[in-house]
Each structure stands twice: as structure tokens, then as C-alpha cells.
């Protein structure tokens, strides 16, 4: 089953060490480690390896949780527990998105959003609450996150033209 | 123009579980009046459901919860949009405007919340007909 | 008691020589005035040295000068004739005007200046500095023109290196030039700032070149040259080319890096501002332990910085609310008066809400009758079906529906989504310790 990947990704692209403190920084709620990695990712191009390492990471986090089957009601629950955790920020994920972003990492054909700033979001969203759901310790973050990175690499390789 | 009989009947069947009953009604339903009447109704009896179960306690988060369990009851419920759903229940009772929504959209997202409201209520017979009074009351009102 | 005022050149500041608080209507007048007023003989006339001054200083603040008879009268009583006028001599009224017309440029020498003050027998003794010829105007500019401030070119080497050459980016200092250093500052190009010791090709500034002299340019024209002399202009300076720390977290996708954080620029041509050089310095794969140490290590740090915890007032933040705000108090009678008429009212508000009118009434509860019954039924139907997820999926190239994300989009969106991770962590501390109470 053929699977969008989460971002427009350069060949080439690269994830740094301060993508993956920020994005293990937002996971754990840290607001001042994530603001401080930002404060350290300025210039036009120091985030373009971040995107494609939160949607790699919310892949292997959807997969890791629903395992080898899944159900439409399963993938709506989560997504409405996402939402409702932010209660009146609920707005800040959109339902449909978020769904759609879920199914496509679960294999599924369905159409994508077009904004890849809302797609971006629910894909934050939902890794987040799913490696709280799943109780994950720092060292299966750690792994988590690392095998995100390695995957992007692949990832990025095999979308570089063949000659 | 008032509620009349035949759609209250109607409505009054597909809320019981008389879906056959109900079926035949629509059926029969004079398309010109219903377009008034029969959306009065079930925007009435969707108000006041939502007016009892979410008015004193209706934070946000447990509209969204709500709807995300209707949508996965049945694909079919999955179908909503819930952005809508959530919209039209919080017009109710907050300041949630939802002139941008389509007439038919909010009638048919009103229609299967009103639904899911009346199955989670667990009316009795006599509940259930004391509901459906008090929305046709509510109706002729705005009819009127 | 006898008041000196002293003033040095160097500041152009006046103090006082001595602490005391004496007046000028305490102060010794001059023997001469004095003396004037020996042969007044009335008992209602007073101290001419306290009362006179005193009379005269207040009237000076009127919008009418007293007449004489008037300044007479308030003087020594309205019986006063001019019979008892002290001679001043027929130079006194124009006593100043006298003075200002032997002096070619209007103005008494020192001597003259102390002597209508204090009296002719007044001397320098009393703590008169001794300025001297290089107290004047022309020699002080002559200082200003000597070796201590650096030509253009001497400014342009101690800042860039002595490689450094003039281009259109050195701003043009015309006469006109009123020391406005941020307009020289937005016509420079070069690097971000200086103290963290990168300043070009050649970090030392070539020290004897600086001590030379340079007559030919003007001192207003070097003043503008060079780093900026002034505190308040230094300030601005650095301000235009280092963000600080605040700014950067606000809006980080549009901060400049501070040369504090970037590579050694030795091996690099400096890049002018706002293009940040290229961080082709970080490590493209750093291990686990690598990360996860700068990890610990921003904890740590943020950690050890309560200040800036989320949600702590630190002194000087705007208050959450305005003192304006009145939503968390109980209603008012009136307000209780209006709920209560508006429950009355309700279905109405309900109408005007959720009610429309529209074509197709039954078409549409058709369309939506299959969902109805599925949650009216009894017993309730299963659900969604369950679905195998495929073991290997395919990779498909980025949709090109998707589009480029520009990076203060993309910022946004991490910091408004960044927060959701915060929200959660909140949420889940708030479930677990709630959970853990009952």
C-alpha cells in the first residue's frame, strides 16, 4: 500500500542533533527546551530535516500503537482524544486531517490535506499523545526517535533520482 | 403554518424505533410543508436534546468526545463532518455561530446527533412522548 | 559667608565650592554698594544688602519693571522722596549697557565681570581656576583635530582589517552629517558585531596607524567613522546586529545568529546581515549519546531558570488580564434579572440559531435514515469493521499538491503546536495525580 510521505523532503535533507532534542523536548512538554532549540534553529533552512523527522516518528508511533490491525472507530477515538486534551484549543487540530494523517501512516488510501502546516500539526498532535498512551520510558523514546531519523535518511535516499 | 399531525408522526416513529413506520411517512410527507414543519421539528427536539445534556455542563472537550463516539458507532456516523457536529451542538448554548453552514448540512448533522442524543437518553415510552410534546411546542413557536 | 562658584573645563560643569547653603541675598555685597547706603538715617529702612536685593530679585519676576519711585516707595515706604536716593551715579541704570559698549564683541573680560560683581578691589584668589590660554574655544578644537580619533581609513582597518577598502557601502559623511550613527550603521554591510572578537580577514587592529595624525578631514567628518563612540549610539549599533535572546524566541525563524553561537568564521567569508552564514558545521548524524546529552544539557539549563517557567509572573510581565476585567466576578442583580428573562426567551434563541428553512426536508432525512437507525437500534450494530495494516508499505513521492513550507509558517507552526506537547504533558500530570488522590 502506497504511503505520502509527511512533507515535501529534499534529497539530501539532513537531521541534526538539535531536531531531535527539540522534537524529544516537545514530546516531554518541555517548553523551554523546545524554545531554546528553536532559538538555535534560525536561518531559512536550519528546519527543513525537522518535518520529515515528526511525520517518520508519528509513523512508527501510529503503527507501534495500533499494531497489526485497526479499526475506523479506533483511529476517531484517538483523534477525539487528542482534541479533547486541548479542550478549547481543540481548533488547533483538525479532525478530518488528523484522521486521514493516521490512516495513511496505517496504509490506507485516502486523500491528504494540502496544508502542510495542518497536516504538520496533527501529526505533532497524535505522536504526542500517543507515546504518552503507549507509556513509553526515555530509552524507547530515544530508540523511537533515533529509528525516525534513520528513516528519513532511507527515505530520502531512495526519493533522490536514478540515473 | 403549525406542526402538523403527519409530521410529527413521522418523526415521532423514527425516534420510537418504528423505522418501517417511519419510512412510510416520509413517504407520504408533502415535500412544500415539510419544508417549514418538518425541519422546525427536528431542529426543536434537537435543541432541547442538546439544551439537556450539554447546557450545564458542556465544556468543549466532552462535545468533541461526543461526537467522535457517534462517528465511530457505524460507518455510516462516521460519514459526519465533526467540526460541524460540534459546531451545531455548541450554537445551542454558547455564542457559536453557524450561518456559514449549510441549511441541509445542519439539518442532516441536527438530524443523527438528535438521534444519538435520544439513544443515549434511554427515554421510556412516556419520556419519550413528553420530549416529543415539549419539541413540537417549541416548533409551533417558532412557526407561529 | 562668601560663595565661589568654580568651573572646570573639562566637564563644563558648575559646582559649588563649599557646601553651604547660602543665599544671594546672603552674600557680602560689595563694599562700594554697601557703602551707599551708610547715610540712611529712618529706622524703617532696612538692611540695604538683605531687603534691597531681595525687593529688586522680585520684581524682576513681575512682567513690569517698577518705576523708580515705585522700587522707592517699596523700598523705604511710601513717604520716601528721591531726596534720600543714594547716588549711584549717572552710569548706574545703564551700568550694563556702559560695559557692553567697551567691548567690541559684547562681552566683559573676567576682570570687568568680577569687578561689577564683587567690587573693583575683587580678586582671583578665591578658587578661581587658572584656565589659561587653553581654555579657549580655538584650543580645544585644535585638541579635538590632534592624533586621539582616527581618520576614516584608520576606523575602516581597526574594524575590517587593514585589507579593508572603501566601497559604496561607506556611508557618505557630507557636511550636512549630524552624528545620526544608525543611518551609518543601515548603510554598513559588514559583519554582526565585533565584541565576540571576528572582525575580518585580520582580528588586530594595526595599533600604530591609529595614533597618526590626520589633518586634512574635518572632525565632524571622522566623528561619524568607525564604531561608534557614543554609549547610547553603541547600543543601537549592536542592537541592529544581535537579536537578543527574547526576540529570538519569539520570532526565531527570523533571527540572526550571534556570532557567540556560530562556527569560527575564519575559514568563511562573513555573510552581511540577515543572511545568516550556512550551518554546515552541525553534525549531519550525531549518535544517540550525543543528542540525548544536549538534551540533558538544555533541561538543565532550563530547569535551573524558574523565571521563565510557563505560566510564572516575573516582574515586569504584562498581568494575564486586564485590571479591567470583570468576567470572574458573580453577576450583578441586573445580570441575574436579564438570565432569567432570556430562559423565557430560549427557544427563540434557539430559532434564530439552528432553524432554516430549506428545499428537499425529506430527501435530506432520507439520505441521513441508515445512520439514524443505526443508533436507534437496539441492539446497537458493531461498528467499524477491522482493517489489517500492510506489513511493508510502499513509499510514494511527496505530494505535489502539498507545496513548499516557508520557514516562518513553519515556525508558527511548531510553536503553536510545540504548545500542544506542553498542554499534554499538563493534562497528563493533572490525570495522574488526581488519579493517584482518589
Do not use: C
Amino acid at each position: 500500500m502506497a504511503l505520502l510521505t509527511g512533507s515535501a523532503q529534499e534529497p539530501g535533507t539532513t537531521v541534526s542533533d538539535l531536531h531531535m532534542v527539540y522534537l524529544r523536548g516537545q514530546i516531554s512538554g518541555e517548553e523551554g527546551v523546545m524554545r531554546e532549540a528553536l532559538r538555535r534553529l534560525a536561518g531559512p533552512q536550519a528546519m527543513d530535516g525537522l518535518l520529515p523527522l515528526i511525520y517518520e516518528a508519528f509513523v512508527i508511533a501510529v503503527q507501534q500503537k495500533f499494531g497489526p490491525a485497526f479499526t475506523r472507530s479506533q483511529v476517531i477515538r484517538l483523534v477525539a482524544q487528542v482534541r479533547a486534551v486541548l479542550g478549547e484549543g481543540a481548533e488547533l487540530v483538525d479532525p478530518v486531517t488528523a484522521e486521514a494523517e493516521v490512516l495513511l501512516a496505517l496504509g490506507q488510501r485516502v486523500p491528504a490535506s494540502a496544508d502542510g502546516t495542518v497536516r504538520a500539526a496533527a501529526q505533532m498532535a497524535v505522536l504526542d499523545v500517543i507515546v504518552r498512551d503507549l507509556d513509553l520510558d526515555e530509552d524507547a523514546i530515544a530508540t523511537l526517535l533515533n529509528q525516525a531519523r534513520q528513516n528519513t535518511g532511507r527515505r530520502a535516499v531512495s526519493a533522490q533520482p536514478t540515473e | 403554518m403549525p406542526v402538523s399531525d403527519e409530521q410529527f408522526a413521522t418523526l415521532s416513529a423514527q425516534l420510537a424505533g418504528r423505522f418501517d413506520e417511519h419510512k412510510r411517512l416520509l413517504d407520504e410527507l408533502d415535500p412544500i410543508a415539510a419544508r417549514t414543519g418538518y425541519s422546525a421539528l427536528v431542529s426543536a427536539a434537537f435543541s432541547i436534546a442538546v439544551d439537556r445534556r450539554f447546557a450545564k455542563n458542556g465544556d468543549v472537550g466532552r462535545v468533541v468526545e461526543f461526537v467522535s463516539d457517534v462517528r465511530a458507532r457505524s460507518e455510516a456516523t462516521a460519514q459526519i463532518d465533526p467540526r460541524t457536529a460540534e459546531r451545531v451542538i455548541l450554537a445551542v448554548y454558547t455564542d457559536e455561530q453557524i450561518d456559514d453552514i449549510d441549511p441541509r448540512t445542519s439539518f442532516e448533522t441536527q438530524l443523527v446527533l438528535l438521534a444519538a442524543l435520544i439513544a443515549d437518553a434511554g427515554y421510556d415510552t412516556p419520556a419519550l412522548d413528553e420530549f416529543l410534546a415539549e419539541a413540537r411546542q417549541v416548533a409551533d413557536q417558532w412557526l407561529s | 559667608m562668601s560663595e565661589r562658584y568654580s568651573q572646570s573645563t573639562e566637564t563644563g560643569s558648575i559646582t559649588t565650592s563649599e557646601t553651604s547653603t547660602t543665599t544671594l541675598n546672603e552674600r557680602e555685597p560689595a563694599p562700594d554698594s554697601a557703602d551707599r547706603h551708610q547715610d540712611t538715617s529712618t529706622a524703617e529702612r532696612r538692611d540695604y544688602g538683605q531687603d534691597h536685593d531681595a525687593a529688586i530679585e522680585a520684581r524682576l519676576d513681575e512682567a513690569d519693571l517698577p518705576t523708580r519711585a515705585e522700587s522707592r516707595a517699596a523700598t523705604w515706604g511710601p513717604d520716601a522722596t528721591d531726596e534720600d536716593d543714594p547716588d549711584f551715579g549717572d552710569e548706574y541704570d545703564s551700568d550694563l549697557q556702559a560695559l557692553l559698549a567697551t567691548h567690541d564683541d559684547g562681552l566683559p573680560s573676567r576682570a570687568e565681570s568680577r569687578a561689577a560683581t564683587w567690587g573693583p578691589d575683587a580678586t582671583d584668589e578665591d578658587n578661581e581656576p587658572a584656565l589659561g590660554p587653553e581654555s579657549g574655544d580655538a584650543a580645544i578644537e585644535a585638541r579635538l583635530d590632534e592624533a586621539d580619533l582616527p581618520t576614516r581609513a584608520e576606523s575602516r582597518a581597526a574594524t575590517w582589517g587593514p585589507a579593508a577598502t572603501s566601497d559604496e557601502t561607506d556611508a557618505e559623511l557630507a557636511g550636512e552629517y549630524d552624528g545620526d550613527l544608525s543611518a551609518v550603521a543601515a548603510g554598513r554591510d559588514g559583519p554582526a558585531e565585533q565584541d565576540s572578537g571576528v572582525t575580518g580577514p585580520s582580528a588586530d587592529p594595526p595599533a600604530s596607524e591609529s595614533a597618526s595624525v590626520n589633518s586634512e578631514q574635518s572632525f565632524e567628518a571622522r566623528r561619524g567613522t568607525g564604531p561608534p563612540t557614543t554609549v547610547n549610539a553603541e547600543t543601537q549599533w549592536h542592537a541592529e546586529h544581535e537579536l537578543p535572546v527574547a526576540a529570538t524566541q519569539d520570532q526565531p525563524g527570523a533571527a540572526l545568529h550571534t556570532q557567540k553561537d556560530s562556527a569560527p568564521a575564519s575559514d568563511h567569508e562573513l555573510e552581511r546581515p540577515g543572511q545568516p552564514e550556512k550551518r554546515d558545521d552541525l553534525p549531519a548524524s550525531g549518535d544517540l549519546a550525543l543528542w540525548r546529552a544536549m538534551y540533558q544539557e538544555f533541561r538543565e539549563t532550563q530547569a535551573s531558570d524558574t523565571g521563565r517557567e510557563s505560566g510564572s509572573n516575573v516582574v515586569g510581565d504584562k498581568p494575564d488580564r486586564s485590571p479591567g476585567d470583570i468576567s470572574d466576578l458573580p453577576p450583578t442583580g441586573e445580570q441575574l434579572l436579564e438570565a432569567e428573562s432570556d430562559e423565557a426567551t430560549r427557544p427563540e434563541k434557539f430559532r434564530n440559531k439552528v432553524y432554516r428553512a430549506f428545499d428537499d426536508v425529506t430527501d435530506a432525512a432520507k439520505d441521513q435514515g441508515e445512520a439514524v437507525q443505526n443508533l436507534l437500534e437496539r441492539p446497537p450494530p458493531a461498528g467499524h469493521p477491522e482493517v489489517a495494516v500492510p506489513s511493508r508499505p510502499e513509499i510514494v513521492p511527496a505530494s505535489s499538491q502539498q507545496g513548499p513550507i516557508d520557514a516562518g509558517t513553519m515556525v508558527e507552526t511548531f510553536l503553536v503546536v510545540g504548545v500542544l506537547g506542553y498542554e499534554i504533558a499538563r493534562w497528563l500530570r493533572h490525570k495522574v495525580n488526581s488519579h493517584g488522590r482518589s
